[in-house]
């Protein structure tokens, strides 16, 4: 019986293509970097769907609505809280 499981990792990098990040690297970044980037491959698959005539314009826009909202969320909670302030060890000798 044939392994699938390269094929299944090709499929979804193919449909599901992510970039790199380039930024500041911290954690919260790097989260936001990747709902952003989850939030961009959505929203093309909703115009996809709606320029293709399976969902109708009111439909697209309340899933981007929702998606929108999911962001700013996110938003929120990563990158607009106050970091704590991080305090420089003196070096062990």
């Known amino acids: 019986m044939a392994d699938n499981t390269g094929i299944n990792t090709n499929k979804d990098k193919f449909l599901y293509p992510t970039g790199r990040y380039y930024g500041e690297f911290t954690p919260e970044y790097l989260a936001f970097n990747a709902n ?8 093309s698959i909703i115009c996809g769907l709606e320029a293709g005539g399976k969902i109708s314009p009111t439909e ?3 899933e981007i609505q929702k998606l929108w909202q999911q962001l700013k969320v996110s938003k929120q909670n990563l990158l ?3 970091r704590p302030r ?7 000798d």
Request: aromatic share 10%; net charge negative.
């Open 86 to 92: 991080q305090v420089d060890l003196p070096d062990e």
């Open 80 to 82: 607009d809280q106050q």
């Open 36 to 43: 952003l980037q989850e939030f961009t491959q959505r929203v």
């Open 60 to 62: 697209a826009y309340e």
